[in-house]
């Protein structure tokens, strides 16, 4: 498949904080990639850069082989926060049509756009209300069919379940797959949820501590068709998030596990020794001082 997205060695600071360092992946047209990374490591930051919102301090986004110098016509964003993403003024048809009033169509054609994406998100019969007589889930389901309605190349995520209740996250992320697969969307989503990842994600794109740089970039091998309940159960899920979950263990974690696991040896050695040596005295020993 033709490459959508190309980040390479994309660098970003805030004075002297550096949040984004040498980060380069692709991102292939058609695929569903995730970002997962602990929080505070820069992901936002990341995804803002590769949006064109920031301008990064180095490196280059290209966008279908295009240089990202600013917010690209053909790219849409969906933010965690979607109670300040709506107008609440706005009837949630008029919500999901306002970006298409700067795409130069008509009124029909706007109108025509406006419900095919509600109807994509199960939302075909409340094109008259207004996003606060919605619920939470509803009105990011709102936010997923404007960005849909305008046909994006690549469509940006930002943590966009986070905000909602783990029933209504379940529900958004099958959404999520299901108009994905129908509509052939290349989508980049932003995480610090593992087992989001894995059940999203055909890739993972793993993120260190900030500054943000990739550790790893897994291929997520289950089936297309997945479940929320049998998919999570699966040995494979399991082993996938388990994976994941090791690598985003700070290098601090890692080594106070390795001093810990070093230590308990040099227990277990100091043991075995004061053991052997009392057998062959025949006299007892305590293993915890060492004194006889």
């Known amino acids: 498949m033709p490459t959508m997205l190309e980040v390479s060695g994309l660098d970003h600071r805030f004075g002297d904080h550096q949040a984004v360092r040498e980060v380069s992946f692709t991102v292939e047209t058609g695929q569903l990639a995730c970002l997962v990374g602990p929080s505070g490591c820069g992901k936002s930051t990341l995804l803002r850069c590769i949006a064109g919102l920031i301008a990064p301090s180095g490196g280059t986004v290209r966008l279908h082989g295009d240089a990202v ?24 048809a008029g919500n999901v049509e306002f970006p298409l009033r700067s795409a130069g169509l008509s009124r029909d054609e706007r109108r025509g756009r406006a419900q095919e994406a509600l109807d994509w998100v199960g939302l075909g019969d ?33 943590e966009p379940f986070a905000s909602v209740d783990a029933q209504t996250r379940f529900e958004l992320e099958d959404l999520l797959r299901r108009v994905q697969r129908d509509q052939q969307s290349t989508i980049l989503l932003v995480t610090h949820d ?16 900030s500054p943000a740089s990739i550790v790893a970039d897994l291929t997520i091998d289950l089936p297309a068709d997945r479940d929320q309940i049998t998919t999570r159960e699966s040995a494979r899920f399991v082993a996938l998030r388990g994976e994941i979950a090791r690598l985003l263990r700070s290098p601090a974690q890692g080594a106070a596990e390795q001093d810990l696991s070093e230590r308990e040896l040099a227990e277990q050695d100091l043991a075995s020794s004061l053991a052997t040596s009392a057998d062959a005295a025949g006299r007892p020993t305590s293993v915890t001082d060492g004194r006889r």
């Open 126 to 158: 409340v094109g008259r209300k207004f996003p606060w007589q919605l619920s939470g889930g509803m009105q990011q389901r709102v936010s997923i069919a404007r960005a849909l309605a305008s046909r994006p190349a690549l469509l940006l995520m930002d």
């Open 69 to 92: 110098t600013g917010v690209p016509a053909d790219l849409a964003v969906v933010f965690q926060d979607y109670s300040r993403s709506l107008f609440p003024w706005l009837s949630v």
């Open 194 to 209: 593992i087992d989001e990842s894995v059940y999203l994600g055909d890739r993972v794109l793993v993120l260190s501590p």
